[in-house]
T-cell receptor
Framework: QKEVEQNSGPLSVPEGAIASLNCTYSDRVSQSFFWYRQYSGKSPELIMSIYSNGDKEDGRFTAQLNKASQYVSLLIRDSQPSDSATYLCAVRRASKIIFGSGTRLSIRP | EPEVTQTPSHQVTQMGQEVILRCVPISNHLYFYWYRQILGQKVEFLVSFYNNEISEKSEIFDDQFSVERPDGSNFTLKIRSTKLEDSAMYFC??????????????FGSGTQLSVL
């Protein structure tokens, strides 16, 4: 079983719509959860971090965490062409931070 | 915003040669990481480093790999005898790690390693 699992996509969403990205993780003692965005040829950049069950909102982004189901999601509202990128889910246990393989998101005009 | 600096940006080497990739972490950060990303694939954890020693390492990080902080500022990754399959982008990342509000991993812009 992969430690952090994501659908690879591509996920195609019309401009202005909501994009929904999902992630599951295998290690129940994972402590912190992150969403990173990576543009082609660039390094990952942090969008959101979440540590406790529930929702966390930051501008157009909402992260959701359900530790019982070992599930993290990211919603992007009012999707823009600049949101087209690969979205990486990451999970921290102790000093180790593991990334999923990423979901490619494409926002179509 | 503070930056993690990596050098060189590109490194071309012959199979079997040793390479050293360099990283200057953000000054008050305590946790240092190396990741690699083969073209089109996932960001893979190699090693974490804290308090001048390795905290965790992956199966990829075998005896051919080593890390050190030789002068208290630079953080280096050495590959002793490079193989073709070591060709990848190598990212250094650091975080402060003192509390939950300092969890953000700051990534350098990477070193593209090509082994011929």
């Amino acid at each position: 079983q992969k430690e952090v699992e994501q659908n690879s996509g591509p996920l195609s969403v019309p401009e202005g719509a909501i994009a929904s990205l999902n992630c599951t993780y295998s290690d129940r003692v994972s402590q912190s959860f992150f969403w990173y965005r990576q543009y082609s040829g660039k390094s990952p950049e942090l969008i959101m971090s979440i540590y406790s069950n529930g929702d966390k909102e930051d501008g157009r982004f909402t992260a959701q965490l359900n530790k019982a189901s070992q599930y993290v999601s990211l919603l992007i509202r009012d999707s823009q062409p600049s949101d087209s990128a690969t979205y990486l889910c990451a999970v921290r246990r102790a000093s180790k931070i593991i990334f999923g393989s990423g979901t490619r998101l494409s926002i179509r005009p | 915003e503070p930056e993690v600096t990596q050098t060189p940006s590109h490194q071309v080497t012959q199979m079997g040669q040793e390479v050293i990739l360099r990283c200057v972490p953000i000054s008050n950060h305590l946790y240092f990481y190396w990741y690699r990303q083969i073209l089109g694939q996932k960001v893979e954890f190699l090693v974490s480093f804290y308090n001048n020693e390795i905290s965790e390492k992956s199966e990829i990080f075998d005896d051919q790999f080593s890390v050190e902080r030789p002068d208290g500022s630079n953080f280096t990754l050495k590959i002793r005898s490079t193989k073709l399959e070591d060709s990848a982008m190598y990212f250094c990342a650091t975080r402060q790690g003192r509390n939950l509000s300092n969890e953000k991993l700051f990534f350098g812009s990477g070193t593209q390693l090509s082994v011929l």
